[in-house]
């Protein structure tokens, strides 16, 4: 299931990021053990790595998520 990335006004990306963000938080609300790595978003959402960072940086931030390790492939985020 990939999402459109070929958006451009202001209000389709913001609408964009939205969806991106749900589906991450349905990802790991799916996952068997609550947690997902951001190799397995980027994967499953045909999204780059770097941008998953970001997505999931922000739902870190709006108190979602929590990100278990500091670097690298050890990282992953989990449900709070």
Known sequence: ???NT???SPEKLQEKKRQVKER???????????KIS???VAK???????SVRR???????EGK???VGKDGRSVFY???
């Open 55 to 61: 997505y999931l940086d922000d739902i870190e931030a």
């Open 24 to 34: 991450i938080l349905e990802l790991l609300n799916q996952s068997a053990n609550r």
């Open 1 to 3: 299931n990939t999402i």
């Open 44 to 50: 499953k959402l045909n999204v780059s790595s770097a």
């Open 38 to 40: 951001n190799r397995d």
């Open 78 to 80: 989990t449900v709070i």
């Open 65 to 67: 998520v929590k990100q």
């Open 6 to 8: 070929k958006l451009t």
